[in-house]
């Protein structure tokens, strides 16, 4: 096996999901891209490259967006599709092609044979269906099968099993971050990828076609833009002008203070390594950088951690049994005002920060992570039973938000309302039991909540 190969099948982040060495007489790599749609720090193009390089043949990227994902709606596709239109030519600096494909012409598995593929590359995404169609299409194709674990810093392989919480995923972060930490290097194909070889390919546009069956219920947020370029500019303006001051600014959802990156890491529009070495080499006192890596590696991978690992990711058997076991115990505790969803998602329950925080998320995709955790928590307060309150609080989530159907939310859900990665704590309250409870008197306190109120429902709504 030629070295470049080898460095490519010992790397912990790749996963031989239908093993075999790539056909040193195929025609091309093929790069099946899905969760990384970015052209650069990614390592599962850089692997596809590797490959192709040490055989001796071009390297072709399929993209075949589906419109059926769960809770997909316009708001996320017009987000995706707007990365679309600067791949070709970012792929094309470092001589890939790209072939863009609908239904029903989205099947890796014919195009693979169409282009007579050595090896597909794939990028992992831990999250259920992304799991099952890999799983699928590692049956049915005729080449090898290989994925990269292209949207974490740390391999999540080398993590083994699931980590029981920030505590224990610390430790071994540090002691492999140096290992994956690096400046992403962006090397070339040797062997140009030629167009002229008659492969059907649309025009990659960030026009979403009439036709595509995608659903309309929720509109797009109006000057936002998907994309590598804008991904890069968010990451530029926050080291410019908000890193100094995060470690304290963070949890004043007034400001504005954190990075806004998560839509961009959501899509793969920006990969992790690109952020957190911006982070590290930037002139700002350690203290805000350590704030800042700290969630986007220890907390970010953590829960990338837990929804690979726990299949129950999304329920509240998922959780821990002492916060399972407490909710039961408070099941029939009288809950002092119930919404129905529709209420909810209307923000019109008689708490002011909580329908304003509801209102940001709706309004523009986005919700202040502070706020958050105090919306969920919320929603179990007020829902007749903690497992509806989590499908409640799953299907806003994942509706509305720009970095909804993430591992950071069914993570963020289930310690909101599970206790997972948390302990348990004193005193013993009303439906929370031990799973730790936030007030609206605390939490409007610790920050200015007249002007985030103020900003979302506007003076006339304050209540
Ligand atoms: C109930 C609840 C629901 C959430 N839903 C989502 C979601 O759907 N999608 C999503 O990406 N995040 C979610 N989070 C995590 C977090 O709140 C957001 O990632 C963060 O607020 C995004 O804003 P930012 O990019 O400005 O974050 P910054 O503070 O700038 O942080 C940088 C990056 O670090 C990561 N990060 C930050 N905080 C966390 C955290 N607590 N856990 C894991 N990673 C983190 C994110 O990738 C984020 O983009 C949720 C948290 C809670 C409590």
Redesign the pocket.
Known sequence: MPDPLRQVVTDPRVHRRRPGPPDADGRCVVYWMQRAQRATDNPALDAAISVGNALRQPVVVFLAPIPFYPHGNLRHYQFLFQGFEELATALARRHVGLVFRFAPDHRIEAFADEVGASLVVGDENPLREPSVWRERVAARLRAPLWTVDADVIVPSALLEKEQYAARTMRPRISRLLPQFLAKPVTSRARVPWVTARRVQSRLPSAQIPDAFPVGRNVSPVAGVHGGMAAGRAVLRRFVRHRLEGYATG?NRPERDG?????PY??FGHIGPRTVAVAVRDADVPAADKEA?LE??IV??EL?INFVRFNPRYDRLDGCEPWARRTLDEHRGDVREYQYAEAVLEGAETHDPLWNAAQRQMVQVGWM??YL??Y??KKILEWSESPEAAMEI?IRL?DRY?L??R?P??Y???A??MGGKHDRAWGPERPVYGKVRYMSFASTGRKFDSKAYVARWLGDGERR
């Open positions: 963070r954190t990075s806004q990156l998560s890491l959501h800042f969630e986007l907390r970010r829960a202040h992570g958050r955790m919306w969920a609080a989530n938000e970095d909804g993430d950071n939310g993570t963020g859900i310690w909101a």
